[in-house]
């Protein structure tokens, strides 16, 4: 399998696809004609050749690699759970076949639980990452970005991909092995460029601003089902580190206490505590730190 | 990576094999052949041939297991969703029909009004009346001939429907394609299931209990010719020499050899039922049935997963 990090670019189901970046760009360029202070800031030099986001490009380069290599078999898990998943259903309830809804219908029901399936257990691995101590650990090398770009989004430790991988295969192989079996092969999904319908166009809503310096917000009312990627960005904010864990929807920090509206927070400062930081400094401590922390709290 | 072209050639296999070609030859001729053969039975019973009667009657059990295992039409309208029940109500239908046909048969009502219900008029009644009935009785005969005159004409009604949704089923081929995996799939877990693991005591439900007589056609000793006429349907489907089929498809997008084990387990499930006798079921040669069928089942299973594109592509870790 060839490698090549600027595939991303091509691949629709990657975050930083041309079309989802250009409409990040067309987002911001519109915010900052009306917002002109903050361009100093997002324009900047030294926002752009910050060490941390030095650090996150080159970090990029090698989680293509790596993915490559973890990724790829917990791809195939995915269809061998919907299997499984289908099989337990055929040897528990014998055979079924739900004929009531349409082969349209079928296909809007899927996508539609697919992707709000999909964002609920995002929302749970997420803040689980956040409160579990040893995945805490690894999520540390998220939060240890002290400015935001785009690629800050592929700056994870690889056990968290692992994770995020296995989320994806329980997930869509649950969901999948459930309407195959009542629905056998009715069973599609609405897609645009082979990606789910809601997530190519939450997608195209300004996701790459999640990790940067702009600061857009979505006023209350539409805050309170969508995420606004100055939301996130307050998730990155040291002081409130552990409010609005949600991928694309928001209900999930509303209805489980962790929402905070972007207009009550003024002042943001991302990454970790400053005793923190300097453990999170190369491509070596993102990599090794974590197991370091980790060693050091079983042997407590 | 071999997954990888897997999902690729099964899309374009579930895409491309529904073509005008295929529905003719095999949707549109096994129906015309079991109208044929319906029509044949009718004469047979008219002259009360009982020789021919016998065989003519395993000729419309194998053309219909044909149709119903392509049986499409009722997904492209659903007002003939239960046509096959009206013909067939093997596992579809809980009541014990026999001592009903016993009592019509000893009475003497009109037997127009006494044969009222559906049931009274399949190819599970046919074959009740046929074998275990003397024919040379006027009102024996002309009860298998009401049976026999309902099943052509809704053979006759499936056709039409047929040929009125033809277009409907062509022009969208993602749907054809749909509905048609759909058929063989719903068709393979009845087989393994109903036909060969409830007969051999390998199903859930008859664990253990193997009983030939639990056969669908055990009357007659049609079952094995029953399940032969299913499995060359489905051949029909995935590995025909005439068009263009799936087998074809998968060979051109080079992964043959992964569509290959599902057209193997094919054809290992045809020849455990040519290799089989109506009391076999309960050895190992039932045994071997039930193994290659549920291998079948599987790889059809496997090509709809497959088909979803979707459940194999990993989007990017999303932690955020």
Partial sequence: ?300 | MRYLVVIILLVSIVVNAVSEKFFNQVIIGNIVLAIKNVELLIDDINQANSTRIKIQFGNLVSSWKKVETTYLLGDLNEDYLDIPRYIDIFHGNNEEIRPQLDLIINSNDELFNAMYKYSHKTINALEYVLFTKDLSHQRVKNMALIIAKSIKSYLLEILDGYNIYQSKFLESEQYASAILLNTLIAGTYKLKEWRVGDVAGLSKKFKNKPNNYRAEYATSGNSVNAIKAILETQAQVINSLDYQDFGDISRQFKAGKEINQAISALNDSIVNANNMSEFDFINDKGKRLYRSTNRLMKAYYISLMNKLGFVSKVLDADGD
């Fill in chain 1, 1 to 300: 399998m060839e490698i090549n990090p600027f595939e991303y670019l091509m691949d629709p189901h990657r975050r930083i696809y041309w079309l989802f970046l250009l409409s990040s760009l067309m987002i911001a360029f519109v915010f900052l004609k009306f917002h002109p202070k903050q361009q100093r800031i997002v324009l900047s030099k030294k926002l752009w050749l910050h060490p941390s986001s030095l650090l996150d490009y080159s970090y990029f380069i090698f989680s293509v690699f790596f993915k490559i290599m973890i990724i790829l078999p917990v791809i195939i898990s995915t269809k061998e759970i919907a299997l499984f998943v289908n099989i337990v259903l055929l040897n528990q309830y014998g055979f079924v076949r739900i004929e009531a809804l349409s082969y349209t219908q079928v296909m809007a029901l899927f996508t539609l639980i697919l992707f709000i399936l999909s964002d609920f257990t995002r929302y749970w691995l997420h803040r689980l990452l956040h409160f579990v101590p040893w995945l805490w650990a690894f999520h540390k090398v998220h939060h240890s970005a002290k400015v935001l770009n785009p690629l800050t989004f592929y700056r994870v430790h690889p056990i968290e991909f692992l994770l995020f991988g296995f989320r994806y295969s329980l997930s869509i192989g649950f969901v999948t092995g459930v309407f195959v079996f009542l629905f056998g092969s009715l069973v599609n999904s609405y897609d645009i460029l082979g990606v789910n319908l809601f997530v190519f166009i939450f997608s195209l809503l300004g996701s790459n601003l999640r990790h940067s310096h702009i600061r857009l917000g979505f006023g209350n009312v539409i805050e309170l089902f969508l995420i606004s990627p100055l939301q996130h960005q307050i998730h990155h904010s040291k002081n409130h580190i552990n409010t609005n864990f949600g991928g694309f929807l928001s209900v999930w920090d509303y209805l489980f206490g962790t929402l905070i509206f972007s207009k009550n927070v003024t002042n943001i400062k991302f990454g970790l505590e400053k005793t923190q930081m300097k453990n999170f400094q190369s491509l070596k401590d993102l990599l090794f730190f974590p197991f370091i922390v980790i060693y050091k709290q079983i042997k407590k």
